[in-house]
């Protein structure tokens, strides 16, 4: 729906409403601090999309179905808690509907088994493929159904195209992907981002860009903000670059803090009646 | 806000009775329990759709998933409204409530098709059905949205439990079938290899094209025009069965049955043609001349209607006229103009109520069950009457069948 991004529900219930979005996300990560400090809550999210992606790599799927992904990843802790839902779950249940929704199908059984085959921890990945058919609930839900996710991709190559750039797209394409590892994809318009990302690339190469940026009939200020905030996960990489004994030490504190929960959720699921009568939710919702 | 996560469903809605068993689950009418207008006497009725998932397949239904996706992006007076999803996380079932439609062509047609004294639809209707149809088409591809399913039953009409200004208005439905077609990620058939009821299929598609274009949609709202006008369907193929490998066989009656009233077309007409893998095969065939205006005779030879309708049924899909030119038609300047309200009277439905099958407690569990234990849960039953509806015969048609013919 390309032609329409201005009626989009990506647009009207999320971009122009980012301030709500963000006060919402601010009380999730203040609930968060007592379990998770500040440090450990971005490198959550950062591990948790780099795993997203490589999934979708595992199942040869397209990065624009990682990116989608992602998107819903972070639109649900925008709104939930890490200390109330497991990233270690939230993630493959993601790319689990993020496929269905760009019309591939991935089998849950498969990305359980992905999933239980790139963790890292000292314990083996806890989660099966009921957890994540109820998570999959959880996750529209929390979404309000808004499925389709406009990327940035696209217009970059098309701007590119329009402006001849054409060796540009190569260099912009890596600082899309590294986009994803910060929140710019909820705060900020897909074309705005393609245009910081292409402005960037030029820059790097020692490009004189301010011409081309000033003829886009954009607002200056505003791709200003998104230029800074894409340079600055570069100037500390560790923001969007994360080690192996770091993952292994994310998922270890995972585990100790939702094992009581999975334990729980076991048992329930032992005791859950052969059908038709309600069974608990395996993993109960923390409101 | 869209909905209220705390809200179950028979808190919103309470069902009245079944009016649909689709491919992936039932559709139920149901009352709207909070009424938003705060006027007690407008009652308001939805059609709830419900999917079962889990047990069939995995997870949530990947129609389910394509419906909601594309209609919470949509809105468009021609377009069904989905006002609600519901999930009981439980039962593992996920409810589409739609604002409800009392009629749909299929119906619509019926009451037309009456052997011993034919009536047939009302040029005005026929007019104005075709340019809401056409209306909700174009704002779907200017979207980047094929159908792919359009046919009678999917289109749906609504009845006079509207506001006067909202009666007869066509709302196009069903989006299980439909996609974004923007640089799909992979050809279309792969994933579901028969799409759109035979009856309704283009040439294109019936001689083994694997690319999806917006031209489908014209050609399936061209045999539609023709069946308001002839309370008919146009070409009637008989659908060969889906075997083993082959998930998607040559329907080669079905092209016999185009052939026999448009002629064979020629390879100069369609160029296009010959790469198609059923031609070598089918241009064997006898050719037969046109009999198009022998077959809808509600069209005279010379008319624009006529005229239109050929442009829809044009054989090229490269050449097959846009919604958006065939909005542009003379047809639609001509008297009688259509209109947002299709009916002749905004005040008189002259067509059947669509029918309720009262619930059955075996199979309408879960939610839909709450109807049979109306009183609990702070519901009431349905008591009110549906609108008075003034019949179109003396005695009302024989209540037909819905055979499920040629679905996927
Ligand atoms: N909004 C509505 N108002 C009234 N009736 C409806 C509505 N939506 C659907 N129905 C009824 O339910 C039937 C099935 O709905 P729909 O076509 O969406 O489901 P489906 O599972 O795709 O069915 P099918 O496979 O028969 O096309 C429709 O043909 C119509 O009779
Ligand atoms: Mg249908």
């Given at each position: 729906?390309?032609?329409?991004?201005?009626?989009?529900?990506?647009?009207r219930?999320?971009?122009?409403?980012?301030?709500?979005?963000?006060?919402?996300?601010?009380?999730?990560?203040?609930?968060?601090?007592?379990?998770?400090?500040?440090?450990?809550?971005?490198?959550?999210?950062?591990?948790?999309?780099?795993?997203?992606?490589?999934?979708?790599?595992?199942?040869?799927?397209?990065?624009?179905?990682?990116?989608?992904?992602?998107?819903?990843?972070?639109?649900?802790?925008?709104?939930?808690?890490?200390?109330?839902?497991?990233?270690?779950?939230?993630?493959?249940?993601?790319?689990?509907?993020?496929?269905?929704?760009?019309?591939?199908?991935?089998?849950?059984?498969?990305?359980?088994?992905?999933?239980?085959?790139?963790?890292?921890?000292?314990?083996?990945?806890?989660?099966?493929?009921?957890?994540?058919?109820?998570?999959?609930?959880?996750?529209?839900?929390?979404?309000?159904?808004?499925?389709?996710?406009?990327?940035?991709?696209?217009?970059?190559?098309?701007?590119?195209?329009?402006?001849?750039?054409?060796?540009?797209?190569?260099?912009?394409?890596?600082?899309?992907?590294?986009?994803?590892?910060?929140?710019?994809?909820?705060?900020?318009?897909?074309?705005?981002?393609a245009?910081?990302?292409?402005?960037?690339?030029?820059?790097?190469?020692?490009?004189?860009?301010?011409?081309?940026?000033?003829?886009?009939?954009?607002?200056?200020?505003?791709?200003?903000?998104?230029?800074?905030?894409?340079?600055?996960?570069?100037?500390?990489?560790?923001i969007?670059?994360?080690?192996?004994?770091?993952?292994?030490?994310?998922?270890?504190?995972?585990?100790?803090?939702?094992a009581?929960?999975?334990?729980?959720?076991?048992?329930?699921?032992?005791?859950k009646?052969?059908?038709?009568?309600?069974?608990?939710?395996?993993?109960?919702?923390?409101? | 806000?869209?909905?209220?996560?705390?809200?179950?469903?028979?808190?919103?809605?309470?069902?009245?009775?079944?009016?649909?068993?689709?491919?992936?689950?039932?559709?139920?009418?149901?009352?709207?329990?909070?009424?938003?207008?705060?006027n007690?006497?407008?009652?308001?009725?939805?059609?709830?759709k419900?999917?079962?998932?889990?047990?069939?397949?995995?997870?949530i239904?990947?129609?389910?998933?394509?419906?909601?996706?594309?209609?919470?992006?949509?809105?468009?007076?021609?377009?069904?409204?989905?006002?609600?999803?519901m999930?009981?996380?439980?039962?593992?079932?996920?409810?589409?409530?739609?604002?409800?439609?009392?009629?749909?062509?299929?119906?619509?047609?019926?009451?037309?098709?009456?052997?011993?004294?034919?009536?047939?639809?009302?040029?005005?209707?026929?007019?104005?059905?075709?340019?809401?149809?056409?209306?909700?088409?174009?704002?779907?591809?200017?979207?980047?949205?094929?159908?792919?399913?359009?046919?009678?039953?999917?289109?749906?009409?609504t009845?006079?439990?509207?506001?006067?200004?909202?009666?007869?208005?066509?709302?196009?439905?069903?989006?299980?079938?439909?996609?974004?077609?923007?640089?799909?990620?992979?050809?279309?058939?792969?994933?579901?290899?028969?799409?759109?009821?035979?009856?309704?299929?283009?040439?294109?598609?019936?001689?083994?094209?694997?690319?999806?274009?917006?031209?489908?949609?014209?050609?399936?709202?061209?045999?539609?025009?023709?069946?308001?006008?002839?309370?008919?369907?146009?070409?009637?193929?008989?659908?060969?069965?889906?075997?083993?490998?082959?998930?998607?066989?040559?329907?080669?009656?079905?092209?016999?049955?185009?052939?026999?009233?448009?002629?064979?077309?020629?390879?100069e007409?369609?160029?296009g043609?010959?790469?198609?893998?059923?031609?070598?095969?089918?241009?064997?065939?006898?050719?037969?001349?046109?009999?198009?205006?022998?077959?809808?005779?509600?069209?005279?030879?010379?008319?624009?209607?006529?005229?239109?309708?050929?442009?829809?049924?044009?054989?090229?899909?490269?050449?097959?006229?846009?919604?958006?030119?065939?909005?542009?038609?003379?047809?639609?300047?001509?008297?009688?103009?259509?209109?947002?309200?299709?009916?002749?009277?905004?005040?008189?439905?002259?067509?059947?109520?669509?029918?309720?099958?009262?619930?059955?407690?075996?199979k309408?569990?879960?939610?839909?069950?709450?109807?049979?234990?109306?009183?609990?849960?702070?519901?009431?039953?349905?008591?009110?009457p549906?609108?008075?509806?003034?019949?179109?015969?003396?005695?009302?048609?024989?209540?037909?069948?819905?055979?499920?013919?040629?679905?996927?």
């Open positions: 729906m390309a032609a329409n991004f201005w009626n989009s529900t990506h647009y219930h999320w971009l122009r409403k980012v301030d709500e979005v963000y006060k919402q996300a601010d009380a999730m990560m203040k609930k968060d601090q007592s379990t998770f400090k500040e440090d450990e809550q971005n490198n959550i999210k950062v591990i948790y999309s780099q795993i997203i992606s490589t999934l979708a790599m595992k199942s040869k799927l397209r990065q624009r179905v990682a990116a989608t992904a992602i998107v819903y990843y972070r639109r649900f802790f925008a709104r939930n808690a890490v200390r109330d839902h497991d990233p270690r779950l939230i993630a493959p249940v993601a790319l689990y509907l993020a496929a269905k929704a760009e019309e591939h199908t991935l089998a849950a059984k498969i990305v359980v088994a992905q999933m239980a085959d790139i963790y890292q921890a000292d314990h083996p990945y806890p989660y099966s493929v009921i957890h994540v058919y109820d998570y999959e609930f959880k996750l529209i839900a929390a979404l309000e159904f808004d499925l389709i996710i406009y990327h940035p991709y696209r217009p970059m190559i098309q701007y590119c195209a329009d402006a001849s750039f054409h060796d540009l797209v190569t260099a912009a394409w890596p600082i899309l992907n590294d986009s994803y590892k910060s929140d710019a994809c909820l705060r900020y318009p897909p074309y705005l981002i245009i910081a990302s292409i402005y960037i690339a030029g820059t790097l190469r020692d490009r004189e860009m301010t011409n081309w940026v000033k003829k886009m009939n954009i607002d200056l200020q505003e791709l200003a903000d998104i230029i800074q905030y894409l340079s600055a996960l570069y100037a500390n990489p560790s969007i670059r994360t080690s192996g004994p770091q993952v292994e030490r994310i998922n270890n504190k995972l585990q100790s803090h939702f009581t929960k999975i334990q729980n959720a076991q048992s329930g699921l032992a005791k009646p052969p059908s038709s009568s309600r069974p608990k939710m395996s993993l109960k919702l923390a409101e | 806000m869209f909905f209220n996560r705390k809200q179950r469903i028979s808190e919103k809605y309470a069902p009245v009775g079944k009016i649909g068993e689709g491919t992936y689950g039932l559709v139920y009418k149901a009352r709207n329990i909070q009424n938003q207008s705060g007690s006497e407008a009652e308001s009725f939805v059609a709830v419900k999917f079962k998932s889990f047990k069939s397949g995995d997870g239904s990947p129609t389910a998933i394509r419906e909601i996706k594309l209609l919470r992006e949509l809105k468009n007076p021609y377009i069904v409204d989905l006002v609600d999803v999930l009981d996380e439980a039962d593992k079932a996920l409810y589409l409530v739609f604002d409800y439609a009392e009629h749909d062509l299929l119906e619509m047609i019926r009451c037309h098709h009456n052997r011993s004294a034919p009536h047939a639809m009302p040029m005005h209707t026929v007019k104005s059905l075709l340019w809401q149809i056409l209306h909700g088409i174009n704002y779907l591809h200017k979207n980047w949205i094929i159908h792919r399913d359009l046919k009678p039953s999917n289109i749906l009409v009845g006079l439990d509207k506001p006067p200004n909202e009666r007869g208005c066509v709302k196009i439905a069903d989006f299980g079938l439909a996609r974004l077609f923007q640089s799909p990620l992979r050809p279309l058939t792969d994933v579901d290899a028969v799409v759109v009821t035979i009856w309704y299929r283009a040439p294109e598609l019936l001689l083994g094209a694997k690319h999806y274009t917006k031209a489908i949609d014209l050609w399936a709202i061209g045999c539609i025009f023709a069946e308001l006008v002839t309370s008919k369907p146009l070409f009637q193929g008989q659908e060969k069965e889906r075997k083993g490998d082959d998930r998607n066989p040559f329907q080669s009656d079905q092209i016999d049955k185009i052939f026999r009233i448009l002629g064979k077309p020629s390879v007409r369609w160029p043609v010959i790469d198609l893998p059923h031609w070598s095969q089918a241009q064997t065939w006898q050719n037969y001349p046109c009999i198009l205006h022998d077959r809808v005779r509600g069209l005279a030879k010379g008319s624009s209607g006529y005229d239109l309708l050929t442009k829809l049924l044009e054989y090229d899909p490269d050449k097959r006229i846009t919604a958006e030119d065939a909005l542009k038609h003379p047809f639609f300047t001509e008297e009688p103009r259509p209109t947002h309200i299709a009916f002749v009277d905004p005040n008189i439905d002259p067509y059947k109520s669509r029918p309720v099958t009262p619930l059955d407690p075996k309408d569990i879960g939610w839909a069950m709450s109807a049979t234990t109306s009183g609990t849960n702070g519901q009431t039953p349905m008591t009110r549906m609108p008075q509806s003034a019949p179109l015969f003396s005695s009302a048609p024989p209540p037909f069948k819905r055979t499920r013919i040629n679905d996927r």
